[in-house]
Nanobody, 120 residues
């Protein structure tokens, strides 16, 4: 079993910055992928950014250089630095991790979500 603990959400003014963190712990042999998704009210959950082992990243089109995903392998932690935030970035942000367990099973896990609210 893997536990994800998210932190860093909150209320920020438009143009401001926030940094989200997600730490994975538990029965982990290896982590293949760590990333962030978001879901705004009335909308589908969408990819924000993902980083895979080796450091390659992918992100949603709306990121346009404003957000940066990074990973600390030693701590099994993924970060999302969000700059130049806009009102439309308001959403619940979810951490997602694909991990290899002790029996080499590959499972995906979701965090509980952290609210990001951007005010004008």
């Amino acid at each position: 079993q893997v536990e994800l603990v998210e932190s860093g959400g909150g209320l920020v003014q438009a143009g401001g910055s926030l940094r989200l963190s997600c730490a994975a712990s538990g029965s982990i042999r290896n982590i293949n992928r760590m990333g962030w998704y978001r879901q705004a009210p009335g909308k589908q959950r969408e990819l924000v950014a993902v980083i895979i082992s080796g450091g390659r990243t992918n992100h949603g089109d709306f990121v346009t250089g404003r957000f940066t995903i990074s990973r600390d392998n030693a701590k099994n932690t993924v970060y999302l630095q969000m700059n130049s935030l806009k009102r439309e970035d308001t959403a619940v942000y979810y951490c997602n991790v694909e991990a290899v367990g002790p029996l080499f099973e590959v499972l995906a896990y979701w965090g509980q979500g952290t609210q990001v609210t951007v005010s004008s």
